[in-house]
Structures are given as C-alpha cells and as structure tokens.
C-alpha cells in the first residue's frame, strides 16, 4: 500500500531516461518537450500492461474457512479486475439490491501497512431481527476499510457463506427465511497493490425472525356466541383458534382461518362459561411451517342479551313490557317503590306486566333479568332498570252543585293525595283553565257566565313529587245551562 506512489515515480523515471538517445534537435526545448511526451506515453503503456496481469476472482461466493486465520484467508486470493473495480463501487448485497449507494469509496491511508490492516478486527456491536424477514447488524467502523462482506450461515451448521457487501458499517438482511436462527459476522477490505486486502473475521452474532403475537379481542354477541377480531399479522398466512374453559387445561383447536380473515364467531359457546381465547399466526412455504407465539390472558363468555324495558301510566296501572331476548328461558322482575330497595316482584315468560298494586302520587322503578337453564341452574343476563313512574292523583269527579242567574257553583270528590286542583270550561270549542284550588278544598264558583248559555266544565288534580308536577287525566266533563 505504501509502495504504490514509490513504484510509479520509479515507472516515470525509467520512461523519461529511455526517451533520450542521439537525435539532434534544433530547438533545444523541443527536445525536452518530446522526451516528457514519450515518457508519458511508456508509463502509460506500463500502467496498462500492469493492469492486464490482473485476474478476476470471486472470493466472496466461497465458503470461509471455520478457523478464520491468516494462512486459510489467503489460499483464495482477491484481485481486481476492472469489472470488480465495478462491482466495488456500487457494492451491491447477494440479493442484487444497492446498498448505500451514495456512500463514497475511502482510499486507505498511506500511513498504515497491509499487515496492519490485515490485523484488524471488526467488532459487531448490534443485531436484531425487525419483523418476519428482516435482520439488522451493526459494526464498529475498520480504519481505512473500503467496504465490508458480510456472512451468513444457518445456527449450527458448518462453514460461512459470503452473503452481502456494504460501503457503511450496517447491513439490513431483508430476505432471512422466519423462525431461522442466522449467525453473521463481517470483514473489512480495502484494494491492495495487486489483490484485495481483508481484515480478520469480526465476532459472530445470531437472530431470529418471528411472527409477532396476534393482538385480538374477544366480546360475546348473544347467549351461545362469542366473536374474535384481530389485526393482520405481517407474513402470517394463516391464523388458527383455540379456546379453554381454564388456565390449566389443554388447548382445544375450533378453526383454522385463511390470512385475509380477520374474525371468528364460536357459535358453541356454553352459555355463561368464562372461556379462554387466543389466535395464534402461521406462515407456511413450501420448506417450513412456523407458528408464532400466542396470548394467554383473554377471556370471553358468552351471555344473555340485557332485555330493554319501559314503563308507563296506563289509567290506575303502570304497563310494564321489555324485548325478547334470544334463549332466554323467562325474565325476571324487581320493583322499588320511592327511594327504597328492589324487591322481587314476579317471573315471566310473556313480554308485558300490568302492575295494579301500585298508589297515587308514589314513585315505581321496575328491573329486569333474562334467565336460562343450563345444566339444571339460572344464568342470568345483566340487569336493566326502567325510568322512574310516578302515578298521578286520581281523576276528580265533578258535579253541579248549584246554580244562579249570574254564577255556577262546582264540586268533586275529594283527595287528599292531591296538592291543588286545575279548573276548566269550554268556551267557543276550546278549553280553558278558570281557576286553581289548593289542597283542602274541593270547590270553585264560577261568577263570569252570561244568561242563557250553556256551559261545560271539568277539573284535573295535580301533585308535587320531587320538584315536579303530575297530572291526573281529566275528570268526565260537567254540563250547565244559564
């Protein structure tokens, strides 16, 4: 490597001294001038025979001896032809992609001897597999190295082999078969006076590429069906699903699913059992078959859809009724009045419940459960509670008391449940409220009539429960003649 410089001054020399015989010139500077150009063209010629005794190797593509050493590297030399001067520069990795393209060739310093280049060792300080297929290592950068070749082998087996070149101190492997463990290591060279120089084999590093853990959920859709979803998993191709009543038994397989499906439905789920899921990916080729790693902590069991249910005022009684549930075997009512507890209140099969046993101005919540009989006992759905109903005052009944040229005097029945009492009459076709009576009191005199008209009349009693008000439905209207 030091020797180059030396060797060519030497070529130009010897050029320049046989350029000089006998001619006469007649301009002495022309004399010069010819000898500098035939001595150019002699140490052109030189340079090019010199190139020509170059052969062209391929060291790369060799298995590497196991022991690495000195003696063994150099039974296959390496050199330089113009073809691999070409190769060296773009540098490309065994698949025949770029590697770093843009990176620049290092010339090495003239400082430093080939055996103290030889010496080196390049240390590979990093590696990790990315995904299913991908594996990248990193190097400690060699002093004066050209480019580096990678290696490769299978764990376990005999023998490197040359695998990839790269101008910078990394290398990205995107072509490792998954579930193989590799081992890499990597050289350093540089080009030598007649023949590429390598440095001693780096250390060795292994990876593995794997499948990455199917990430799914697990939510039941009615009394014996539980659905699995899951995002795709890269190099999967195909997805298999097992379930287990418990962590300590054995896996039961249910399907195996193509890897453009990304969902399943067990539809033999048990109704109320707490099931352990998990999806476990595969990838299959035509030399391998390798599964990936799974989860173990989702659990999913299949139950009863809540029923919905709804109340309401239906004169003296509140209706009740709620939706069917799928498998349900009957449905299960609790009421609480007011603020107190819920407490059972009836079972049944039909879809409605006419509560009679209810008392004016007093709050009613109703809950409801679906039930099925598995292996002789209930399993419940969840429970859903209807909106707060609050029965009215019961409707008055109005009478004509008496009446006058210029007045009409109403009554009604009496109610103690009701905190004030709405008066209406029918004038022109409408209604219209006349007057409000406060609890207690059960009458109203009507002064603003006219002589010869007939007039309707009817009464409403309201109450005050928590903050707002309730109406009873009218009573049956009145009718007076002046």
């Known amino acids: 490597m030091r020797n180059k410089k030396w060797m060519k001054a030497l070529a130009v020399t010897l050029c320049l001294t046989a350029g000089v015989g006998n001619t006469v010139y007649a301009n002495p500077g022309e004399e010069q001038n010819l000898m500098m150009q035939e001595g150019a063209q002699n140490l052109t010629v030189q340079e090019d025979a010199a190139e020509s005794t170059f052969e062209e190797t391929d060291e790369e593509e060799a298995d590497l001896p196991d022991s690495g050493t000195e003696e063994e590297r150099q039974e296959v030399p390496e050199v330089f032809s113009e073809e691999t001067k070409q190769e060296t520069e773009e540098l490309r990795s065994g698949d ?41 290592l990193s190097w400690d950068e060699v002093e004066e190295a050209q480019g ?4 490769r082998r299978v764990k376990g087996t005999e023998g490197w ?50 499948l990455e853990i199917v990430d799914f959920t697990a939510k039941p859709l009615n009394y014996c069906s539980v659905q699995l979803s899951w995002e795709k998993t890269a190099g999967a191709t195909q997805y298999d699903v ?22 399943y439905v067990d539809k033999t789920a048990q109704t109320g059992v707490n099931y352990y899921y998990t999806v476990r990916a595969q990838r299959v080729t035509s030399q391998r078959r390798v599964v990936g790693k799974y989860r173990t902590d989702v659990r999913a069991k299949a139950v009863l859809n809540t029923p919905g249910i709804g109340a309401k005022v239906n004169d003296d009684q509140i209706r009740v009724t709620w939706g069917k549930v799928a498998g349900a075997d009957g449905y299960h009512i609790t009421r609480k009045v007011g603020d107190g ?10 879809l409605y419940l006419d509560d009679k046993n209810v008392e004016q101005t007093k709050a009613y919540t109703y809950r409801i459960a679906a039930y099925r009989y598995v292996n002789g006992r209930k399993v419940w759905s969840e429970k859903r509670a209807s909106s707060q109903i609050v029965v009215p005052p019961d409707k008055p009944v109005v009478t004509v008391a008496s009446k006058s040229k210029s007045a009409v005097q109403l009554k009604w029945t009496k109610n103690s449940k009701a905190d004030f009492f709405y008066v209406y009459r029918l004038d022109n076709g409408k209604w219209s409220r006349i007057g409000t009576v406060k609890a207690g009191t059960y009458q109203y005199k009507d002064t603003t009539v006219k002589r010869g008209k007939t007039y309707k009349y ?21 009718e007076c003649k002046i």
């Open 341 to 350: 507890q819920f407490e059972w209140y009836c079972n049944r099969t039909s």
């Open 96 to 136: 025949g992609t770029d590697v770093n393209e843009e990176s620049q060739e290092m010339e090495p310093d003239e400082g430093m001897t080939e055996k103290e280049f030889q010496a080196q060792v390049p240390v590979v300080t990093e590696i990790q597999a990315m995904d299913y297929q991908t594996v990248q």
């Open 148 to 151: 580096y070749s990678v290696y």
């Open 161 to 210: 082999k040359w695998y990839a070149k790269a101008l910078t101190n990394s290398y990205v492997d995107e072509k490792a078969q998954t579930g193989v463990r590799y081992e890499y290591t990597v050289r350093g060279f540089c080009q030598g006076e007649s023949e590429r120089i390598f440095t001693q084999y780096g250390n060795t590093m292994s990876a593995v590429t794997k």
């Open 458 to 478: 009817r009464v409403r009693a309201g109450a005050k429960v928590n903050g707002k008000n309730y109406y009873s439905v009218y009573g049956q209207s009145k």
């Open 242 to 263: 097992f379930r287990r009543t418990s962590s300590s038994e054995t896996w039961k397989w249910l399907k195996r699913v193509s890897a453009n499906t990304l969902k």
